[in-house]
């Protein structure tokens, strides 16, 4: 919309331009700047003074987001950044060693950054925990690189690494990658829309005051209750954490964890613990923040998957309608045909009995030919709407037969009542074949679903099996199960509409599949298994590079 606006107005889309070139740099530069100074100064609350270092340190975290929400351009602006802060702090014992953390510092996380923009879509971690997993290994080894330069700046090099050097580099991974684990995954969601952020902060408003509660009153047994440290209590601040992840998935766990750390960062400013014990906090912090996001990426993913196969189930839903419609216009053409081709027949016996004698009435020819035509006249409608529905046959195209089968299984297990029965479907490398993906989906899910129903009927059958081979120039899909068979009454109608043994049953999931196999140039035969249960064999044709452009 904005852009429809714009371009009604050409003149002003220069100055909209110009002013959102200087503007927009302008203010995440400040943000950033301010964003620095204000961490800078927060984190510095416990740094250990014997190494000059500061025991956590969440300015990396804004430094990554940066180059990764916004470009490597920004790299300059962490530079100068953390030259300022070095000096406003006091803690660079040199110019020399200023400038020389500033580059590392900047260097570091900015390639950090500029890394993992490249490797991962933007926001893609939220829906994908492979690649939440990826984030934090990143984050993780990035950091104990430039925690590696940094000690060994602060170090002097005598010829051997020393436990020194070591201790340092510990000291600064530690405090880097948790500031990184407990503030980028939110200032990521942030940047990526501010808007849907706030939305969900409002939607979990109630949980989130549930949670600080919780929080609450963990820390408080954690940090003063006297006897909680000594007997590690400390795994009681999971628990919220895990509740607010399970509720609200990334969103709630990347809260979570962040409200954790400050509010341990308050505790432990509260019991004045020396620094060691801080560090000892830290890095159990570090664990609960891997676990807490891992178990947030993990729900979110469910949830995901859980929505995207309701969406898919109603959209089959929908297509088995307008098929089951086709059908059965189809059908009830077929059968009010019949009778309407009789009713002219007849009207056509009386006109040649009224020649015969044709004194009974003056206006019973005139009635008896409105008959004929009339019924004339239903026919060719009924002719026409069948021959619309028979050249239905939708886009086809090259389907890779197995993904669409572990498709079609996903969504029946998706299904409840199923969990008896179970599904298997050996089909490994089939030729692709040529049909349309709907109409097949549908096929599948209704002889699927109907093995499926056989199997439970029977008390020793539990399997169902989908075996797919290349037969000819066809793809033979056999579907196998348990039950009790098909009697032999049925047998003989089974694909005929409107035939069904079931109480709740419509009787047009065979009728439909036919159908719908025939138009695409293959079909469905079945027979009885010796074993009992029933054999149905789907024949789909072969996919060749001359159906291009049909
Ligand atoms: P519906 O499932 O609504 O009854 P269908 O056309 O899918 O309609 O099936 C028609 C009938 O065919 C079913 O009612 C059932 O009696 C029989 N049938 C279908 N598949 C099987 C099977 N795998 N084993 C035994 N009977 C089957």
Redesign the pocket.
Known sequence: MADERLGAQPHRISCLLVGQYWVKPALIGIGYCLGYSALERVSSIHAWSALEFTLWNPTPALTVALVMLFGPAYVPLAFVAAVLAGYADGSAPGAGNALGSAAILAGGYGALGAVLRKTMRKGWWVAEPRMLVKLLLGAASGSFVVSSGLAALHTDYNGIVSVEFLGKVGILWLGSTTGIFVLLPVLLLLGISARRWLSELRESRVDLALFILGLIAAESIVFFVDFAHELHLFYLMFIPVIWLALRRGIFGSTLAVLLTEIGMVIAVQIRGYPTETFLDFQMLMLVLGATGLLMGGAVTAWNRAQQQIRQQQQEMDRAARVTAIGTMGSALAHEISQPLASISTYARACQLLLNESPSVSSRLPETLDKIVDESERAGTVLRNMREAIAESRGDREAIDLRTLLDRVVRLVRAEPMRSTVTVTVAAESLPPVFGNRVHLEQVFL??IR??I??TVQVKRGNNVKVTGNRNGDHVEVVID?E????DSQ?AGR?FEPF????SH???????I?RNLMELGGGNIVFRNLPGG??R?VVRVPLYEPEHDGK
Request: hydrophobic share 45%.
């Open positions: 209704n002889l109907n093995a129903e056989a199960d039950g009790e068979g098909i049925t089974l035939v069904t043994t079931k049953g419509l009787g047009l999931g065979l009728a599949s249960g029933a149905f």
